[in-house]
């Protein structure tokens, strides 16, 4: 493969990314909460673009191939500062947003029980959250640990978390099979294959990061020819077209994971050989999306929980019509969300830069830098 597509800028990884968080924020806004008892705001044919389950999984397989990619060239890899960070890099900004939760239900200004309750809104959802006391012990334990390696719903400071042990894991298994069986220049595809198809039986989200890792790989390792780019184009755009048409009329049930996963790979795998869609998830919008992506995946549940929840009840008081009540929670919903996900952008470069600080001080490399640099 060519050096251009080895140091490739992953853009429009981002960009899928962001506009996968747009999908779980109205999912869980319109789909699980609002258009319960206001079904015409969920219609069957634009199910696809509120299907958070299929959106998280496109977000794991993006992980693997992101992951992945950066790691790939055995002699410019950092496997050891790569699992050493991964913990600090997802544990700095879910310890700051889950305190500004944590402060909301100790003000009493989360009131998605008290909504649950209203006849037409879904108890199996928005009344499952924040039945809880909350308490700093609780609140530590839950950002540091339970996220990690433990999480439980009932005892949840942000129910959009239950994937950071998903990620977490397949993470390491990323950085252990590259660190096994990719220690040169070939690829190893009877295993990454086998490996994939074994995950997709018997640990379907697991196979998101594994079928991440084989489109990362794929992109990097076969030349596609001058001539017969045109049929790879027409091939990926043929697959993104038919995954959204299958999401969108045929989709597996909630349960057949192993499709959902076979599926969420086959999309960001056409994306990465469509020039075209390339440069849709590159695109300003797109990238923009992609920057507030995981401060809006983190934030949003917060905005449900709270402002929507108690103006779903006020609105209905005013005498607006339903269909203007549902435009002024969806659209004020929004823009808060947003402007909340902006505002958190500095602590995402925060939480990358020191990440590896952290990373390097564990490892000891800061130490060394410093005897380095020392005058003689």
């Known amino acids: 493969m060519s050096d251009t597509i080895k140091a490739e800028r992953l853009g429009f990884l981002d960009g899928v990314r962001g506009w996968g968080a747009v999908v779980v924020f109205f999912f869980h806004l319109v789909d699980r909460f609002l258009a ?30 992101a992951l992945s990619h950066a790691n790939l060239d055995p002699e410019r890899r950092d496997l050891q500062m790569a699992v050493t960070s991964r913990y600090f890099r997802l544990a700095i900004p879910i310890l700051v947003t889950t305190f500004c939760g944590y402060l909301l239900l100790k003000a009493g200004l989360l009131v998605n029980v008290d909504v649950s309750r209203d006849e037409g809104v879904s108890q199996n959802w928005l009344g499952t959250f924040y039945t809880f006391e909350a308490s700093i012990y609780g609140f530590l334990k839950f950002s540091l640990f339970n996220t990690f390696f433990c999480y439980r719903q009932n005892a949840s400071y942000n129910s959009s978390l239950w994937t950071i042990p998903h990620e977490f894991l397949g993470s390491m298994v990323v950085y252990g099979y590259l660190a096994v069986f990719r220690t040169h220049e070939r690829a190893q595809w009877i295993i990454a294959v086998a490996g994939f198809l ?8 697991y196979a998101c990061f594994f079928g991440g890792y084989l489109a990362a790989e794929a992109r990097y390792s076969l030349n596609v020819p001058s001539d017969w780019r045109w049929v790879a184009e027409l091939l990926a755009l ?50 923009f999306l992609g920057k507030v992506s995981f401060p809006l995946y983190l934030y949003h549940i917060f905005v449900i929980c709270s402002w929507s929840s108690y103006l779903f009840v006020r609105l209905q ?10 435009a002024a929670n969806i659209i004020s919903t929004a823009v808060i969300s947003l ?38």
């Open 339 to 376: 402007l909340l996900a902006i505002a958190l952008l500095p602590l995402e470069k925060f939480s990358v830069r020191y990440s590896k600080k952290i990373a390097a001080t564990i490892l000891g490399r800061e130490k060394r830098a410093a005897v380095r640099t020392m005058p003689v």
């Open 198 to 205: 074994i995950c997709l039986k018997a640990a379907p989200i």
């Open 238 to 287: 043929l697959t993104f077209y038919s995954i959204v048409m299958i999401m969108t009329f045929s989709r597996p049930g909630p349960q057949d994971l192993g499709a959902l996963a076979l599926l969420a790979t086959s999309l960001v795998l056409s994306v990465a050989f469509s020039k075209y869609l390339r440069s849709f998830f590159s695109n300003r919008l797109s990238a």
């Open 36 to 65: 319960t008892d206001q079904t015409w705001l969920a219609p069957d044919a634009v199910k696809f673009l509120m299907d958070g389950q299929f959106a998280v999984f496109v977000f794991f397989v993006v992980s693997g191939y």
């Open 317 to 326: 008081t005013t005498g607006l019509s339903i269909p203007v009540q549902m």
